[in-house]
Protein backbone atom coordinates (compact mmCIF):
# COMPACT_ATOMS: atom_id res chain seq x y z
CA UNK A 1 0.00 0.00 0.00
CA UNK A 2 1.51 3.64 -1.16
CA UNK A 3 1.64 5.62 1.64
CA UNK A 4 2.81 9.60 1.84
CA UNK A 5 2.97 11.18 5.25
CA UNK A 6 3.47 14.33 6.02
CA UNK A 7 4.46 16.35 9.28
CA UNK A 8 6.12 19.11 10.57
CA UNK A 9 3.43 21.65 9.85
CA UNK A 10 2.40 24.23 12.23
CA UNK A 11 1.98 27.90 13.09
CA UNK A 12 4.32 30.39 12.94
CA UNK A 13 5.41 33.76 13.33
CA UNK A 14 6.34 35.61 10.21
CA UNK A 15 10.16 34.74 9.76
CA UNK A 16 10.32 32.19 11.47
CA UNK A 17 11.49 28.41 10.29
CA UNK A 18 9.48 25.22 9.68
CA UNK A 19 10.92 21.63 8.60
CA UNK A 20 8.43 19.62 7.32
CA UNK A 21 9.24 15.45 6.52
CA UNK A 22 7.48 13.49 4.32
CA UNK A 23 7.86 9.24 4.89
CA UNK A 24 7.38 7.12 1.83
CA UNK A 25 6.37 3.61 2.14
CA UNK A 26 4.93 1.11 -0.12
CA UNK A 27 6.54 1.61 -3.69
CA UNK A 28 10.52 1.81 -4.52
CA UNK A 29 11.47 5.56 -3.74
CA UNK A 30 15.12 5.65 -5.38
CA UNK A 31 12.70 5.40 -8.72
CA UNK A 32 10.39 8.50 -8.23
CA UNK A 33 11.06 11.92 -8.39
CA UNK A 34 10.05 13.88 -5.12
CA UNK A 35 8.30 17.37 -4.73
CA UNK A 36 6.20 19.65 -2.36
CA UNK A 37 3.07 21.23 -3.35
CA UNK A 38 0.91 23.62 -1.34
CA UNK A 39 -2.61 24.73 -1.67
CA UNK A 40 -3.60 28.27 -0.22
CA UNK A 41 -7.74 28.52 0.64
CA UNK A 42 -9.23 29.48 -2.89
CA UNK A 43 -6.25 29.04 -5.34
CA UNK A 44 -4.71 26.22 -7.18
CA UNK A 45 -1.87 24.11 -6.09
CA UNK A 46 1.18 25.05 -6.88
CA UNK A 47 4.22 23.53 -7.46
CA UNK A 48 7.23 24.72 -4.72
CA UNK A 49 10.06 22.41 -5.01
CA UNK A 50 11.19 19.17 -6.73
CA UNK A 51 14.38 16.83 -6.17
CA UNK A 52 15.34 14.16 -8.71
CA UNK A 53 15.39 10.91 -7.75
CA UNK A 54 19.46 10.55 -6.45
CA UNK A 55 18.87 14.21 -4.75
CA UNK A 56 21.20 15.75 -6.73
CA UNK A 57 19.05 18.19 -8.74
CA UNK A 58 16.61 20.35 -7.05
CA UNK A 59 14.20 23.41 -8.54
CA UNK A 60 12.10 25.29 -6.75
CA UNK A 61 9.43 27.77 -7.36
CA UNK A 62 10.22 31.17 -7.79
CA UNK A 63 8.77 31.97 -4.60
CA UNK A 64 10.67 29.65 -2.44
CA UNK A 65 14.02 30.38 -4.09
CA UNK A 66 16.41 31.73 -1.47
CA UNK A 67 14.11 30.64 1.46
CA UNK A 68 13.19 27.01 1.27
CA UNK A 69 15.55 23.87 0.41
CA UNK A 70 14.46 20.57 -0.03
CA UNK A 71 16.44 17.44 0.25
CA UNK A 72 15.96 13.62 0.33
CA UNK A 73 17.24 10.56 2.03
CA UNK A 74 17.09 7.76 0.22
CA UNK A 75 18.34 5.06 3.46
CA UNK A 76 15.43 6.78 5.01
CA UNK A 77 12.72 6.86 2.15
CA UNK A 78 12.17 10.49 3.71
CA UNK A 79 12.04 14.17 1.58
CA UNK A 80 12.33 17.29 3.86
CA UNK A 81 11.13 20.18 3.40
CA UNK A 82 13.12 23.25 4.97
CA UNK A 83 11.19 26.77 4.89
CA UNK A 84 13.22 29.59 6.64
CA UNK A 85 11.77 33.19 6.76
CA UNK A 86 8.39 32.46 6.73
CA UNK A 87 5.70 35.06 4.98
CA UNK A 88 2.24 35.15 5.25
CA UNK A 89 1.81 33.84 2.02
CA UNK A 90 3.46 30.81 3.12
CA UNK A 91 0.22 29.65 4.46
CA UNK A 92 -1.28 26.87 3.03
CA UNK A 93 -1.75 22.82 3.21
CA UNK A 94 1.23 21.73 1.98
CA UNK A 95 1.51 18.33 0.29
CA UNK A 96 3.69 15.26 -0.98
CA UNK A 97 4.14 14.20 -4.24
CA UNK A 98 5.52 11.52 -6.01
CA UNK A 99 6.09 11.13 -9.52
CA UNK A 100 7.47 8.45 -12.31
CA UNK A 101 6.15 8.80 -15.86
CA UNK A 102 2.67 8.75 -15.63
CA UNK A 103 2.34 7.81 -11.81
CA UNK A 104 2.01 9.95 -8.92
CA UNK A 105 1.48 9.73 -5.31
CA UNK A 106 0.34 12.44 -2.85
CA UNK A 107 0.03 12.25 0.91
CA UNK A 108 -2.74 14.07 2.47
CA UNK A 109 -1.35 17.54 3.72
CA UNK A 110 -0.09 18.87 6.76
CA UNK A 111 -0.85 22.80 7.05
CA UNK A 112 1.25 25.85 7.65
CA UNK A 113 -0.01 28.81 9.01
CA UNK A 114 2.00 31.99 9.05
CA UNK A 115 0.23 34.50 10.92
CA UNK A 116 2.01 37.32 13.74
Known amino acids: QVQLVESGGGSVQPGGSLRLSCAASGFIFTNYAMSWYRQAPGKERELVAS????????NYAYSAKGRFTMSRDNAKNLVYLQMNSLKLEDTAVYFC?????????WGQGTQVTVSS
Open 51 to 58: ISTTGGIT
Open 97 to 105: NAARLNTNY
